[in-house]
């Protein structure tokens, strides 16, 4: 067993996307935060690290599923707090769905997923694919509008094309401070502090008071928030009700167990490009998707007798595992990427 990390402390997720929403940049960005990658590949440039393909690379789009492994402490933690550091295993999802049989084997074997939408574009039809793939196998959701400083870029609109095309039970976890060449931080519905990026890759996060020019906003979305959070908790819903600050530790255990079970879908947003919010979408994984525990065991066959078998998330069951994924590579031959149960 993994004494360093525990199955409570891993994270078994995809980036889920429509294929121009910017995907391998969020990826690159996270591959960067976490350490795990220290020159930045740009789609454009055709240098990203999980488009490993010839045809990938020349297409800059993500057809096969890699996987990456990288550590995370949230940003609310002490870094040099190793107690706090999360282990995350990245399955790459392809975006295209000529490759829907990729695109279903990739979500077969995770535990959670981030999905990216292109903050001009809003939800594509190709969204909708992949979304209703990922409600086929029951894959809890955070989302991120991406791109919001491109031109035409708005969360509101991409924001309101979830709920009207994908899920009502979408909710604004953030809102920016600016769009398209004027966004410059997001704003934290929760702890209703705002959040700049800055220093090398935007990886010094500044928190600042909530700008006057938003913070009525900002009171209605956290109002609307909260709502909804307690909506799914008696508890906390008579306490509302009495008209009592509900603490954030427990709004976050809430939403946490509402979003695993897709009752809540919480929506982050930022700009991978502009290297803004996507350490806090990072949290937001660590915060709301499932560990391994988190999850109802699988079910599987015999292959000796044909019987109906599962097996729970533990170090103590018998080795069962999914392969997903075949690839040969020209330095190691093949390759069978496989999820171990």
Same mark, same amino acid.
């Given at each position: 067993? !993994? %004494? &360093?990390?525990?199955?409570?402390?891993? %994270? !078994?997720?995809?980036? $889920?996307?429509h294929i121009d929403a910017g995907k391998t940049t969020t990826s690159e960005r996270i591959l960067y935060y976490t350490g795990s990658s220290h020159k930045i590949g740009e789609v454009h440039e055709g240098e990203a690290t999980t488009d490993w393909m010839e045809q990938e690379k020349e297409r800059g789009i993500t057809i096969t599923a890699a996987a990456i492994t990288c550590f995370w402490v949230p940003t609310y933690e002490k870094a040099s707090d190793l107690s706090k550091k999360h282990r995350f295993n990245i399955i790459d999802t392809p975006?295209?769905? &000529?490759f829907t049989v990729e695109v279903e %084997?990739?979500?077969k074997v995770l535990d959670g997923g981030v999905v990216v939408f292109d903050g001009v574009a809003g939800v594509e039809p190709q969204s909708e694919t992949v979304w209703r793939q990922a409600d086929k196998y029951? =894959?809890?959701? $955070?989302?991120? $509008? !991406?791109?919001?400083?491109?031109?035409g870029g708005s969360f509101e609109k991409s924001y309101k094309s979830i709920l009207d095309r994908l899920t009502k039970n979408a909710v604004r976890m953030q809102i920016p401070i600016g769009e398209e060449d004027k966004f410059e931080a997001v704003i934290d519905l929760l702890k209703m502090k705002a959040y700049?990026?800055?220093?090398?890759?935007?990886?010094?996060?500044?928190?600042?008071? $909530?700008?006057?020019?938003?913070?009525?906003d900002a009171k209605k979305f956290r109002a609307e928030l909260v709502e909804k959070i307690v909506a799914e908790d008696d508890a906390l819903m008579s306490e509302y009700l009495e008209g009592k600050e509900i603490p954030i530790v427990d709004l976050k255990r809430v939403l946490r167990k509402a979003t695993i079970g897709e009752a809540i =879908?919480? =929506?982050f947003t930022g700009s991978a490009l502009k290297n803004k919010g996507v350490q806090l979408v990072l949290d937001g994984v660590i915060d709301y998707?499932?560990?391994?525990?988190?999850?109802?065991?699988?079910?599987?066959? &015999?292959?000796?007798?044909?019987?109906?078998?599962e097996r729970k998330a533990s170090d103590s069951e018998p080795f069962s595992a999914l392969a997903f994924k075949l690839q040969s590579d020209p330095y190691v031959g093949q390759l069978t990427y496989f999820r171990v149960y």
């Open positions: 067993m !993994n %004494r &360093d990390y525990p199955l409570e402390k891993v %994270r !078994n997720f995809g980036i $889920i996307a975006g295209h769905v &000529d %084997r990739s979500l029951h =894959v809890p959701r $955070i989302c991120f $509008i !991406n791109k919001l400083d491109r031109t700049y990026f800055e220093g090398d890759m935007g990886s010094t996060i500044r928190e600042e008071e $909530i700008p006057a020019s938003h913070l009525e =879908v919480p =929506v998707l499932p560990s391994p525990l988190d999850i109802p065991s699988v079910k599987g066959t &015999d292959p000796k007798t044909g019987e109906p078998m």
